[in-house]
């Protein structure tokens, strides 16, 4: 196994649970983020960030949405030695109008793509379009349930 754990912020969540299992199935030593981790990880608590980060030398990173913490976060993680930055963002957050400086999550994708292209970790961005787990696991899954979406839809 390899000896250097992988981070991976959000570990807990609908895409990091799929990344947790898909790197321990490799054998890759894995560090789930989480406010229900050991150690703890949580966004809003930066005294959180070093325990979660230390030894690490890549990072996946689920970020916050709706806040601007990646830049520091991706910072501490240069300064405690990672030498990798994946970032999920998403689809369509440089398309003015679009998605970015439309919602609280395009502000904090864009800010982060622009941490990690700055902060001098090598980096990866990862930029997808909807997940089919927003049916089955996410806002949609009651709706979908009651067999009844409703989506708005604008007509030009
Ligand atoms: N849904 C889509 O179609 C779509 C498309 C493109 C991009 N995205 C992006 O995907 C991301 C959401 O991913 P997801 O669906 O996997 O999210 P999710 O299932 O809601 O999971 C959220 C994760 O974040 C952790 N978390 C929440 N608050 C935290 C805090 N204060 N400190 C530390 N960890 C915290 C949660 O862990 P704990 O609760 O255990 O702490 C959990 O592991 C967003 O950035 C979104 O913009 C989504």
């Not at 089955?136 to 009844?148: H, N, P, Q, W």
Request: net charge positive; proline share 6%.
């Amino acid at each position: 196994m390899t000896q250097q754990p992988t981070l991976i912020t959000g570990g807990t969540g609908k895409v990091g649970t799929r990344i947790v299992s898909h790197l321990r199935r490799r054998n890759v030593a894995v560090r789930a983020g989480s406010r229900s981790g050991a150690p703890r990880f949580d966004w809003t608590a930066p005294d959180t960030w070093d325990a979660a980060l230390r030894g690490s030398r890549t990072v996946f990173v689920l970020p916050h949405d709706g806040e601007l913490l990646t830049w520091p976060f991706v910072q501490r993680a240069r300064d405690l030695g990672v030498e990798r930055v994946v970032l999920l963002s998403g689809r369509g957050v440089d398309v003015p109008g679009y998605a970015g400086d439309n919602s609280a999550a395009g502000r904090t994708h864009i800010d982060g793509e622009d941490a990690v292209r700055s902060c001098g970790p090598a980096w990866t961005i990862l930029r997808p379009g909807w997940f089919a787990q927003n049916f089955s696991e996410g806002f949609f899954r009651d709706a979908v349930l009651a067999r009844e979406v409703r989506r708005p839809v604008t007509v030009r």
